[in-house]
């Protein structure tokens, strides 16, 4: 059986949905950390189950858009170094999830492992290292200041995602029907 075709109105429509949610946990459902303008954020860990869902490209674009919109309605202004590692961090996730597998019903230790193998690696590159110098090279910020918002961002992010998103992911697999499972009577 071939595979079907994505559906492009679906994926828009997904992405705005995701976009806003995404948005919508950012600005109101994260918890402070003890570093300015840091926060445990949950919205991580629901871009896990979205990139699963809906793959890398539309969690890409999702959280892209949220955190643009989290950045003007919070900050007044882009911070489009963490932005863009927001967009990538969806990416990630989607190449971490094997969506075939988990519209199938199948989210396995081994899944969990690799999926938070993955997740971890890019939280730190991403936020402990690329944002931060981003922010050096384009926004002249002070080096000290940036790396340690970016390693607690790191770590914070990382937890979500592990608490969070494999917990959701785990919950959207056993609600899917798992293939052969069914027979007739």
Same mark, same amino acid.
């Given at each position: 059986?071939?595979?079907?075709?994505?559906?492009?109105?679906?994926? $828009? $429509?997904?992405?705005?949905?995701?976009?806003?949610?995404?948005?919508?946990?950012?600005? &109101?459902?994260?918890?402070?950390? /003890?570093?300015?303008?840091?926060?445990?954020?949950? @919205? *991580?860990? *629901?871009?896990?189950?979205?990139?699963? %869902? *809906?793959?890398? &490209? @539309?969690?890409?674009? !999702?959280? /892209? %858009?949220?955190?643009?919109?989290?950045?003007?309605? +919070?900050?007044?202004? @882009?911070?489009?170094?963490?932005?863009?590692?927001?967009?990538?961090?969806?990416?990630?996730?989607?190449? !971490?999830?094997?969506?075939?597998? =988990?519209? +199938?019903?199948?989210?396995?230790?081994?899944?969990?492992?690799?999926?938070?193998?993955? +997740?971890?690696?890019?939280?730190?590159?991403?936020?402990?290292? $690329?944002?931060?110098?981003?922010? %050096?090279?384009?926004?002249?910020?002070?080096?000290?200041?940036?790396?340690? +918002?970016? #390693?607690?961002?790191?770590? $914070?992010?990382?937890?979500?995602?592990?608490?969070?998103?494999?917990? =959701? #992911?785990?919950?959207? !697999?056993?609600?899917?029907?798992?293939?052969?499972? =069914?027979? #007739?009577?």
């Amino acid at each position: 059986m071939a595979t079907p075709k994505p559906n492009p109105v679906k994926t $828009v $429509v997904a992405i705005g949905i995701g976009a806003a949610i995404i948005f919508i946990l950012m600005r &109101f459902v994260m918890l402070p950390t /003890f570093v300015a303008n840091t926060k445990i954020q949950t @919205a *991580f860990g *629901f871009l896990a189950l979205f990139a699963g %869902i *809906f793959g890398p &490209f @539309a969690a890409a674009v !999702a959280a /892209f %858009i949220g955190h643009l919109l989290n950045d003007i309605t +919070q900050y007044g202004s @882009a911070w489009f170094s963490w932005i863009t590692c927001s967009g990538i961090l969806g990416l990630c996730l989607g190449y !971490a999830v094997n969506g075939k597998k =988990l519209a +199938q019903g199948i989210f396995t230790t081994k899944d969990i492992i690799y999926f938070n193998i993955i +997740q971890t690696a890019a939280n730190f590159i991403l936020w402990a290292l $690329v944002a931060p110098s981003v922010d %050096i090279m384009i926004y002249a910020e002070p080096e000290n200041k940036v790396y340690v +918002q970016g #390693l607690v961002s790191a770590i $914070v992010n990382t937890i979500s995602v592990a608490i969070i998103g494999t917990a =959701l #992911l785990k919950l959207y !697999a056993k609600t899917r029907t798992k293939a052969g499972s =069914l027979k #007739l009577d």
